[in-house]
Structure formats: C-alpha cells, structure tokens
C-alpha cells in the first residue's frame, strides 16, 4: 500500500492545487504510480489536465455519499498518473455528510479498495478546516503544508493547520504525520527570505522543504490545462517540484 498524503492550507493562493499536480505529476514522471484526489470544490484538479470540471457526469461527491465506488470516477491522464476529481457539487456535500454516520471516514473507506494499486495518493483538501478537510485527514498518514512567503500570517494559517493535525492525532488518526512545510511564491524579495526565516526558527521540529519559486509560467501552465513540468520543464519552479519529488521518492 501506497503513502496517502494531505496537501492543506488554510487560505488560498498559496499553491496549494498547483503543489498537488506538480508534485504528484513529478513523482509519475519517476514511475511512480500516482492518484490525485479533490477535495476542492474549485475542481482544479480535473482543470489543471484541461478537463472542464463542470463536463464530469460524476465527481468525488458522488462517491462520497455512496453512490459510486471510486474507480468508477477516476480518469488516467498521464501514464502513472490517475486523477478522482471535483467540482462544483462537492461544495452542497458538507451539509449532507452532517447527517451521516461516520461521516469522517468516508473519503477513508473509499479509497481502501483502491489503495495498494499506488505508490502515492495526494488529497487536495479545500482552503478550510470543514468536514472534507477532516476526511482527508483521517484517509492520510501525512500532511503537507504549503505556505506562501509573501505575509507574516501566514504563520498563522499554517498553525492552524497543525493545531488541526494535533486534534486529529488524539481523536481519530493517531498514526497521522506532518511531512513538512512547502513555501511557495517565494521571490527574491527580503520580505519572503524573512518569513521563510521565521517559520524555520518558530517551528525547529517540523521539516521546512526548499521553496517553490514565484512563477508566471505555472499561472500559465494552469490556464492551458496542463502541468507545470510538461508546460516550461526547464523553469525554476517546475526544477523545484522535480527536486521536490525526488525528495519524497528517497
């Protein structure tokens, strides 16, 4: 069985989608059999492959109310590289699973079939600490967090997140881990080596990866629905994502 990793962050724009496809599109491109799963109602997932996510017949809430298994979403779109997507409907989702047993462990129950048919499994949560966020937490034995390094509170979102894990840790995932912390946009700014500088001395027993450089090409990347390594290979970021990979293969 494969490792199932969280990539969360409380507020957007800090590459949090982006990180999820590049990432898991790197570690395929090492031979690594790959599953992307949304838990973004954004449905950037699907979009980041040019494939409108408001096209899907069936998205990751049908899955997640139980009327469809996994595979039956899922869509190879690169060799080694699967995706289970998302779009607008997850957004209704959350006051449904409220009702439900168990509701926490549904994404968990469901990628069980499916699990030791991959080498990784990447959840993009949503910008929040709701439900869906909760899901993908007990499904994962790891969380990565990416932090842009453009403002100070940042910090803060990136303590709550690791309150959130430390909660889960005592209530329903013990064997829950943070794999490290991801800053991302960084520029050549002071400001950003300042904040990247505070999280490294604030937080001494969590792992600061090598930062994501601030990219145009991987805002463009997204707009041409494809990612960021196939896109412009030779940028810095899409070379820092390779690393990245690299790094977790090892």
């Known amino acids: 069985m494969g490792i199932t990793i969280a990539v969360s962050a409380m507020k957007g724009g800090t590459g949090k989608t982006t990180t999820t496809i590049n990432l898991g599109a790197a570690l395929a491109a090492k031979g690594h059999s790959v599953l992307l799963v949304d838990l973004d109602p954004q449905g950037h997932i699907a979009e980041g492959f040019g494939i409108p996510a408001l096209s899907l017949d069936r998205d990751i809430s049908n899955v997640l109310v139980g009327n469809c298994a996994l595979c039956d979403i899922t869509q190879e779109v690169r060799?080694?590289?699967v995706i289970a997507p998302s779009n607008v409907h997850l957004a209704?989702?959350?006051?449904?699973l409220i009702t439900q047993l168990r509701r926490e462990d549904k994404l968990k129950?469901?990628?069980a079939p499916i699990a030791s048919g991959f080498d990784y499994i990447l959840i993009d949560c949503p910008?929040?600490?709701?439900?869906l966020t909760v899901n993908?937490?007990?499904a994962a034995s790891e969380v990565v967090i990416p932090m842009a390094a453009e403002f100070f509170y940042a910090l803060i979102g990136v303590a709550l997140v690791l309150d959130a894990i430390q909660q889960m840790q005592q209530q329903l995932n013990p064997d829950l881990s943070v794999r490290g912390i991801l800053p991302t946009r960084m520029d050549r700014t002071r400001h950003a080596r300042d904040v990247v500088q505070k999280v490294t001395d604030e937080l001494t027993n969590v792992r600061i990866f090598n930062p994501i450089p601030e990219s145009v090409a991987a805002r463009n990347a997204s707009a041409a629905g494809m990612p960021l390594i196939e896109?412009?290979?030779s940028s810095p970021a899409s070379r820092a994502y390779l690393t990245l990979a690299e790094e977790f293969s090892t």
């Open 79 to 81: 060799p080694n590289l």
């Open 92 to 96: 209704h989702l959350e006051l449904q």
């Open 109 to 111: 129950h469901a990628i």
């Open 127 to 131: 910008p929040s600490l709701g439900i």
């Open 136 to 138: 993908a937490f007990s």
């Open 231 to 233: 896109f412009d290979p």
